[in-house]
């Protein structure tokens, strides 16, 4: 089973340099829309059985024009929400970057818990049972392998491919996840398998289900997947640590 894990594009907050965390009414810019728009060009071919989003308005406007193509309805899941900041919720990144536990977030991410919010060990573990239930439920209902999407929000999706990376939370900073971007996991009975990391452009043909059984069981000697994996990052901003 593999998932795409979406990131949503550049919205208002990302401009304004605010923690939007879960702030109602944050929408996409201008260039949020077009990269939405050209979603459809980048995943409108492949064989996407099913897509689930965050229901916060960036994440289901940034997949509304996927899914409408594909002809899929979305499906709202709540464990896909970006992390609850609590009181930080709606601040400027240069005033939080004062803050005590700026620090902790950036360096000892397990033991972070946002004040009359939650803690980032709390996030990973809602986020990755929720994918792996969804990911069980379509191998249940397709009968085999499934292509799918979760559309969320950058701490999210660090947290998930730490996860599947087998690396402490702790470490979770040093991955990339930049708005529109890609990243996919493929999971299997024995381990989860990093297949891209924010992806912001290139060819995703590869990402259908390998019809050669010895190509599913994940990486085979010599570093290669069964697939050409390739990834191009070129042409987009970096966007700071923490924009949601």
């Known amino acids: 089973m593999t998932v795409i894990l979406l990131r949503h594009g550049v919205s208002t907050s990302n401009v304004a340099h605010t923690l939007a965390g879960r702030s109602a009414g944050i929408d996409l810019t201008d260039r949020g829309r077009e990269q939405a728009q050209a979603l459809v060009q980048r995943l409108g071919s492949l064989p996407i059985e099913h897509i689930v989003c965050s229901p916060l ?10 899914a409408d193509k594909l002809g899929i309805d979305v499906e709202p899941d709540e464990r896909l929400l970006e992390v609850d ?19 902790v977030v950036q360096r000892h991410a397990s033991a972070a818990v946002f004040p009359g919010g939650e803690g980032l060990a709390q996030v990973q573990f809602r986020v990755v049972s929720a994918l792996r239930e969804h990911d069980a439920a ?3 209902k397709h009968g085999g392998e499934v292509l799918w999407v979760a559309c969320t929000h950058g701490d999210i999706i ?17 991955i990339v996840v930049e708005p529109a971007s890609i990243s996919v996991v493929r999971y299997t009975p024995t381990a989860p398998f990093v297949w891209r990391v924010n992806d912001t452009g290139s060819d995703l043909s590869t990402l259908a289900p390998p019809r050669d059984p010895a190509a599913r069981s994940g990486p085979v000697p010599g570093g290669e997947t069964g697939n050409t994996v390739s990834t191009d990052n070129e042409g987009v901003e970096h966007p700071d640590s923490h924009t949601e």
């Open 57 to 66: 308005l960036r994440c289901q406007r940034t997949v509304a024009p996927l």
């Open 85 to 103: 900041y609590g009181d930080w919720t709606g601040r400027p990144l240069g005033e939080l970057i004062s803050e005590p536990l700026w620090k």
């Open 138 to 140: 379509l191998a249940r």
């Open 158 to 174: 660090k947290s998930v491919i730490a996860d599947a990376y087998g690396m402490h939370l702790d470490l979770f900073q040093r």
